[in-house]
C-alpha cells in the first residue's frame, strides 16, 4: 500500500517524463518475502509459556508450542536478465527474541543470547531485556541459467539456505546443509538434475574437545572449521507425479597445523603447557527421498538416511558436524576424573511425512520417523578416559495435525504429537551418583531429579493442542494465520520439557495456553 | 499411557489413509482447488456449463442489460451464477456482470481479481460509451495469474484504466460489461501450490509436486477494487489504443444494431460512422496531409524533448482537428524514446 502511495507521488511530482518515472520507481521495488511467529501465552500453573520437548529429542511439535519471536526478511531482486540468463541477488536477515517485553535488544556483546557458557531457552531468557539474537543468514548471488539453454541451472555463492528439506509440524529439518558456500545447482545431466556444493561450517573448541580457555590464546586458533562437499541428483521421474532424489555428501574438519599437532604455550605464570591435537572426525551421509505428488489432495514424502562420524552428530542439521560433537559432555568415572563421551559411529533414520485432504473440509499433516543413533567406544587422544562405549539412543516420533475448515477463513487445528526417546548403554554419560542421591530432601523424588537419559531409561512425551484458527485460506499451507489455542503434555518423571524453570521439576504434566500469529510470504 | 495412544494414533492415522484411498479421483485435487472457499467459486467446470446452458438470454443488444452502479467506495466480490444476466457474443454465450460508470469518476484504476479455485472465471472487460457502443475490449490474457499470498488468494488480476479528464472518447465511456469466452472455458490456469510458496519464503527445495490446475468456468466470483489512476495519462492513451484495436468483435453486429431501440438519444447516423474500430471516433471531416504531418513533426519533438504534457496536447488537438495518425505517432515516439 505504502509503494502504491510513493510510486504515485512520484508519478505525480515528475509531471513530465512520468513514464519513466513510474516505471523507473517499480524498477527499484525488491521481491519481499519473509516469515514470522510472535505470540503471547502462559503456563496452567502460573509464569511464562512453557514449550513441550522431550530430553533427547531434536525437534517438537511446534502448534502452540512455540515460544519465542522469529522473524526473516527476505529481499532479493534479479539486476541483470539477458537471453534467458539472469543474476539474482538474494539476502535474508533473521531474527529472533523471548517475547518478553516490548524492547528486546541483541546484547552484542555475548553476554545474553550468545553466551557460551548458557545456551538455549535459558540464553534468551536470561535478561529480560536483552533477550534477541540478530543474525544475517543469507546473502548471495545466483547466476541463473548458467548453463545455456537450462533455464533451471544456477551457479551461487555465498551465505545460503541450500536446498533445505523440513517436516512443518515438527520444525525438523532433517537435510539442510546451510552456511556459506559456493556451487552449482540444477545442472540437467542425463534423467535428472546434478547439484554440486561446498559449504562451510565452524565449531568452538569445545567441541573438538579443548576448552574454552582457547579463546585467550593466540598461538593456535580456536575454532575449527568444517567443510561438507554435496553432490545430489534430484527430480528422477520413478511413477507418475513420483520423483526421487538421491544425495551423498562428505564432512570434514580441515585442522591448521597447529590444531593437528602436538604444541606449547607459555601461561601467566610463566610455566610451558603442552597443547594436545584437536579431536576431529569425517562422515559421509547418504539420503534417498521420494517425493509422491497427487497424493490424496497433497503429497508423501519418504526419506532414508544413513551417515557416519561426524555426519551423523547433529539430528536436525547436517552441518555442524565435521567434527567431535558429544564430546562436549562431560561426566565423571568411577574414579572421580572427567570422562568424555565418544564421537557418535553411525546414525540411520526413516522418515514419512506429508499432507493429505481428505474431502474438501479436512486437510492433514501427518509425520512419523525413527531414528537411531550409537556411539563409537574410541578413546580419544587426548587422553581423556571415554564413556559410554556402544551407547545408543533410538527416537520414535509420531504426529498428526488435521485441520477442519468451518469456514473459508476459520477453522479448528488439532495436533497431537508423540516422542519416545529411548537410551542405553550410557549413551548420555552418568547422572547422578549414589552419593548425590542421598543428599536429597526426604520425599523428594529422586527420579525428577535424575534424568531419563541418563539413567538409560525411555524419555517420552506426548503433546496434544487444539488450536481456533483464522486463515488467509483453506489450505494448511495458507497464511498468515492467527491462533488461539490450549496445549496440554505430558511426560514421564526425569524428562523435565527443554523450558526449565516453569514447571516444576517433580511435575510430569502440564498445560499452556496463548495467541501466536505465523506468517510467510 | 502413552504407549497406548502411541497405537491410537498409529490406527487413526491408518484408518484416515485408508478412507482417503477409498474416493473417487476428486479427492486427489489439494485443497486450494477444491475448497468450499469462495463458496461461489464452482467446485467442477462441467456444473458451470450446466447453469450457463439453463441460463436464459436476456436480451438481443447491449443497451437492454440491466446496469448495476459501480460501486467506488469499497472493494466488493461479484458473483457470476444462475442469477446473472445472459448474452450472446460473438465469442459464445456468457453470464455477465454490467456496471455503469458514475458520472463524477473522473480517473480510476479498476483493479479485477478473478478469484481461482477449482475453477476460475476467466474475465473479458468491455467497456461501452453512453450509445452503447463498444469502444475498447480488455482481452482475457491481460488477465494474469498471481499467486495467493498475504490475505490474498490465488487470482488472475487485470487492471482497467480510466481517465475521463483526457476528454474525446475516453470522456465518452461509461459501461462496463464483465463475461467470458467459449475459448477461454476450454482452457486452464496452472496455479502455483501453496506448498511451494512456503518453500520460497522459507528458503526450503522446491517441493518437486504438481501444481494445482484451475479449471475455467462460466461461473464464479470476481472482486472489484476502484482506486487512483496509478498511471500516467500517456499510458493510460497506450493502452487505450491497443484496446481499441478489434475491440468491436466481441458483439455480433447486425441483428444487435437494428432491433436493439437505444436508450440515448443518439442519432443512428453517428454509431454507423464511428463502426470502424481503428479509427479515432471524434474527426469529423479528415485533415489536410500537410497539417497532419505537421502535428506529427510537433509531436514527435515534444516527446524527445521530455514535454509530454506539451506532446499529450498536441495529440488531442490534432484528433480534434481530425488527425487520424496523432496517436500512433505519439505512442511510438515514446516507444522509441
Redesign the interface.
Known sequence: MKL?VL??AL?ASL?????LA?DAAKNYIPDF???LRSGIGATGGGGDQSCFQSNGADTKYRLGNECETYM?I?LGKSLWEQNGQSFYVDT?LAYKSAQQNDWSEDPGDGSGSNSDAISGDRAMTAHPYRDSVVSVR?ANAQFRGVISGQEKSNLWAGK??Y????I?MADFYYWDL?GPGVGLEYWTLGPGDLSLAWVRNTDGPWVNGQGTEFYNDDIVRPNVINNVLSTRY??LTTNK?G?L?LGVEYGTADLTNDQDSVTARVLASGEIERLEPFEYNNGWLFTAEH?Q???????NKFIAQYATGSMAATGNNNTHSSSNAGADFYGLDSAGDPTVLPALDYMWRVIDHG???????V??M?A?WYESKTRNSATLNSGLAATGSGGEKNWFS???R?QY?WT??MNTALE?G?D?VAFSNNYAGYGLSAADLADLPVGFDANALRSCATRDDHC???KVTLAQQWQ?????????VIRLFVTYA?W?QGNVPQTPGIISAQDTSGVTFGAQVE??? | MPRSLTVVLVLSLATLAGCAGMGKNSWFAPMESRSPMYTAVSPSAAASQDILNAAAVCCDALSDLRFAPLDTTTTRFYEINAASQAFVFSTGKSLLQAFSIPDDLERATLTIDAVAGATVFVPTVLILDRDFKVTRAIESSSFKYTPAGFMEPQRLRGRVFLDRRQGSELANEKYLVIFTTDKDLRGSTRMISEARLYARARGLADPGLPDPVARHAATGVFRMDVGELETAAPAVSRDYVKQQRGATRYVAPAPAATTATPKAATPPATRKATAKPTAPTKGPQPMLQETQRMYDGMIEESVSAGDMDRAWRLVQEAERAGSTSARTTFVTAVKNK
Open positions: 502504491r510510486t504515485t508519478a509531471a513530465s517524463g512520468v513514464v513510474a518475502h519473509g516469515y526473516e527476505v535474508r543469507e545460503r539456505f536446498q533445505r528439506h523440513d512443518h546451510s534430484a527430480n507425479d520423483s532424489e517425493t505428488g497427487n497424493w490424496f489432495g497433497g503429497f499432507t493429505i485432504a481428505l474431502g474438501s473440509r486437510e492433514m501427518y512419523v509420531i504426529g498428526i488435521p475448515n473459508d477463513t497431537v508423540y519416545d517420552v512425551l506426548t488467509a485460506g483453506p489450505s494448511i499451507w495458507a497464511r498468515p505430558d514421564n506468517a510467510w510470504w
